[in-house]
């Protein structure tokens, strides 16, 4: 199983970014997939979820009307759109899937 996140860096309060997660290794469409986040000195944190077929999506409380999980299983990638992102969006993101955890993407929000 291969997880490969892309699409982080530096944004400004109120930016945009588009994170892309791309799977390998096993049956993509199979397996609800989530984005997780983690910042320094806190523990990790849900931030969406989506099923096998993308039908019903779960996000944090936090990120709700911000963020949204979509995925594309012709492609085998799982996207999170982030909008109206805040300084304490700052955390390193991680992809999930099947058991396995990416590498992760460093998303900094700051002026």
């Known amino acids: 199983v291969q997880l490969v996140e892309s699409g982080g860096g530096l944004v400004q309060p109120g930016g945009s970014l588009r994170l892309s997660c791309a799977a390998s290794g096993f049956t993509f469409s199979r397996f609800a997939m989530s984005w997780y986040r983690q910042a320094p000195g806190k523990e990790r944190e849900l931030v969406a979820r989506i099923t096998s077929a993308g039908g019903s999506t779960n996000y944090a409380d936090s990120v709700k009307g911000r963020f949204t999980i979509s995925r594309d299983n012709a492609q085998k990638t799982v996207y999170l759109q982030m909008n109206s992102l805040k300084p304490e969006d700052t955390a390193m993101y991680y992809c999930?899937?099947?058991?396995?955890w990416g590498q992760g993407t460093q998303v900094t929000v700051s002026s």
């Open positions: 999930v899937g099947s058991g396995s």
